[in-house]
């Protein structure tokens, strides 16, 4: 495994509609570790494939008690509306209030090409819109209504 280096804001990889994983094989696990690595040092909860450079169909999220593969994922359903503060690590110290889902289905594959469906809610449904929006080339900063500053005490 390997930590790998994070696309910041303003790269246009980040801009870019990534295409569909075709084969599941031993260079998509070794992208989906690296991913789950290279999550872990920067401390975040998210972390899409173009996010590291790699123009695919890849997202991960890491709750905590659970880490979500998401291979050539769908949102296959979407419901209310939830307002929160999101941030992004392609956009360091950046914070801003995005209107999301706040329910929606998923439907992906995991790194052995097994597809999967899963119902989620608030934050975990925040975050595979989020990331899911990193595929199609958006930022959540062209999605946010309202700044938030912190102030370092």
């Not at 905590?64 to 999101?86: C, F, H, L, T, Y």
């Amino acid at each position: 495994m390997a930590i790998r280096n994070i696309v910041k804001d303003g790269d246009p990889v980040l801009a870019k509609r990534c295409r569909p994983v075709e084969q599941f094989d031993a260079r998509l696990a070794q992208l989906i570790d690296d991913m789950m690595q290279t999550l872990k040092k920067a401390n975040g909860v998210g972390l899409a494939a173009p996010q590291v450079g790699v123009l695919k169909r890849v997202f991960i999220i890491d709750l905590g008690d659970r880490m979500i593969e998401a291979v050539n994922p769908e949102i296959v359903k979407a419901s209310g509306k939830q307002r929160g503060v999101e941030g992004c690590l392609s956009c360091p110290n950046i914070w801003g209030y995005v209107t999301r889902p706040k329910h929606c289905t998923l439907r992906a594959y995991n790194r052995k090409g097994e597809q999967y469906e899963l119902k989620l809610s608030d934050l975990e449904a925040r975050c595979a819109c989020h990331e899911y929006d990193h595929l199609e080339g958006k930022l959540f900063v062209r999605l946010v209504d309202e700044y938030v500053t912190y102030e370092d005490e």
